[in-house]
């Protein structure tokens, strides 16, 4: 089972900075990553697949890249909307889906 | 416009069977390349991937729970069942469906999610 570890657990920031969450995985996942956003109480939202493709309807401040097995999502000017917990999860290599532990992005 | 609803009781003992319903609208689960799946996440926890069936009936399972769950789907009610037996509290968690389409090969749409607490 690939293991998914996120960095850092707990991240601060102010409205309008760039922020990057990074994501490593236990062994190359061919590019299959994808990054999801989860506020209270709501479902996980696909931001991004296949590393680097914005879902539809998602903001071009979200991207993504990496490759192999570290990977980030940056935030070009953090919105006060995307404070929330970010999951990345990998498909390259299942069953099973594997999700990393998040990172819980709060206002500064 | 695509939709999930997951359905069940919110309250189960130990050593009971679970059973969820996904009811889906806005895509057929008879569509090559389309699958459901079922994820869960303790309370304050993180996310962990359950069961996938596909267009075509081909499943697929968390191995370390492969024993204790099935998937089925009903095309003509679009609807996904998963069954969970011999539920422990370790098992409580908020229980979500959600679509899954080859050309993105994760889940892009997800049900609002139901919580199940296993407790005697």
């Known amino acids: 089972e690939i293991v998914m570890t996120q960095s850092p657990a707990t991240l601060s920031a102010s409205p309008g900075e760039r922020v990057t969450l990074s994501c490593r995985a236990s062994q190359s996942v061919n590019g299959k990553l994808a990054w999801f956003q989860q506020k209270p109480g709501q479902a996980p939202r696909l931001l991004i697949y296949a590393t680097s493709f914005r879902a539809t309807g998602i903001p071009a401040r979200f991207s993504g890249s990496g490759s192999e097995t570290d990977f980030t999502l940056t935030i070009s000017s953090l919105q006060s909307e995307d404070f929330a917990v970010y999951y990345c999860?990998?498909?390259?290599?299942?069953?099973?889906?594997?999700f990393g532990q998040g990172t819980k992005l709060e206002i500064k | 416009q695509i939709t999930l609803k997951e359905s069940g009781p919110t309250l189960v003992k130990p050593t009971q069977t679970l059973t969820l319903t996904c009811t889906f609208s806005g895509f057929s689960l008879s569509t090559n390349g389309v699958a459901v799946g079922w994820i869960r996440q303790p309370p304050g926890n993180a996310l962990e991937w359950l069961a996938l069936i596909y267009w075509d009936d081909d499943k697929r399972y968390r191995p370390s729970l492969k024993s204790r769950l099935t998937i089925t789907k009903d095309t003509s009610k679009n609807q996904v069942v998963l069954t969970m037996t011999n539920m422990d509290p370790v098992d409580t968690a908020t229980y979500y469906c959600?679509?899954?389409?080859?050309?993105?090969?994760?889940?892009?749409?997800w049900g609002q999610g139901t919580l199940v607490t296993v407790s005697s």
């Open positions: 999860q990998q498909y390259g290599d299942w069953p099973p889906y594997t």
């Open positions: 959600a679509h899954r389409v080859d050309s993105i090969n994760t889940f892009d749409y």
